[in-house]
T-cell receptor, first 115, second 112 residues
Framework: NAGVTQTPKFQVLKTGQSMTLQCAQD?????MYWYRQDPGMGLRLIYY???????DKGEVPNGYNVSRLNKREFSLRLESAAPSQTSVYFC??????????????FGPGTRLTVL | DQQVKQNSPSLSVQEGRISILNCDYT??????FLWYKKYPAEGPTFLIS?????DKNEDGRFTVFLNKSAKHLSLHIVPSQPGDSAVYFC???????????FGTGTRLKVLA
């Protein structure tokens, strides 16, 4: 059981380049999330998808777009990368839309450097 | 504005002793709280949670305490083990939303 997978694991971009981070889960979860982790800032929510077909902004959405391709996959796109987007990106998924006993399961992360 | 705060960036504890990690929040609407553990180069993993209708939840060596009037929660690890050395994040959520707000993390080092 793979859980939440992310590709790529590492990426180096030049300022202005674009790229898409891929995330897939095989747990039949409804909700999916993208976070970034920066030193001293903890995990900050970029975008989330409560269910297939819906997406919403989190705390720090500027400079990013997302696509909930199907129930399994949720991608994060940087259209024009900036050095401020250098970070570790985590994808997560969760069973139901609301909280309660359900918890988020995280992928291993993508380490992105923008030069 | 940081709604969930972990004011201690790091903590060192001797093996076998108690580790106490603290978390404060400002939004009184939060009604569900979680703790995650993160090892280097891995994603966070869920540890324990608590609903605002409780003031304590226990799972093995891990206990979370919630003080709603103080807007404070703490994670107790007893006894601490070297394998507990990791970064611990607390997170908070509001009923009916899908968003989790995370704190900045506390790095725990358990010394053998």
């Amino acid at each position: 059981n793979a859980g939440v997978t992310q590709t790529p694991k590492f990426q180096v971009l030049k300022t202005g380049q674009s790229m898409t981070l891929q995330c897939a889960q095989d747990m039949n979860h409804n909700s999916m999330y993208w976070y970034r982790q920066d030193p001293g800032m903890g995990l900050r929510l970029i975008y989330y998808s409560a269910s297939e077909g819906t997406t919403d902004k989190g705390e720090v959405p500027n400079g990013y777009n997302v696509s909930r391709l199907n129930k399994r996959e949720f991608s994060l796109r940087l259209e024009s990368a900036a050095p401020s987007q250098t970070s570790v990106y985590f994808c997560a998924s969760k069973t139901s839309g609301g909280h309660g006993a359900d918890t988020q399961y995280f992928g291993p992360g993508t380490r992105l450097t923008v030069l | 504005d940081q709604q969930v705060k972990q004011n201690s960036p790091s903590l060192s504890v001797q093996e076998g002793r108690i580790s106490i990690l603290n978390c404060d929040y400002t939004n009184s609407m939060f009604d569900y709280f979680l703790w995650y553990k993160k090892y280097p180069a891995e994603g966070p993993t869920f540890l324990i949670s608590i609903s605002s209708i409780k003031d304590k939840n226990e799972d093995g060596r891990f206990t979370v305490f919630l003080n709603k009037s103080a807007k404070h929660l703490s994670l107790h690890i007893v006894p601490s083990q070297p394998g507990d050395s990791a970064v611990y994040f607390c997170a908070a959520s509001i009923s009916g939303t899908y968003k989790y707000i995370f704190g900045t993390g506390t790095r725990l080092k358990v010394l053998a």
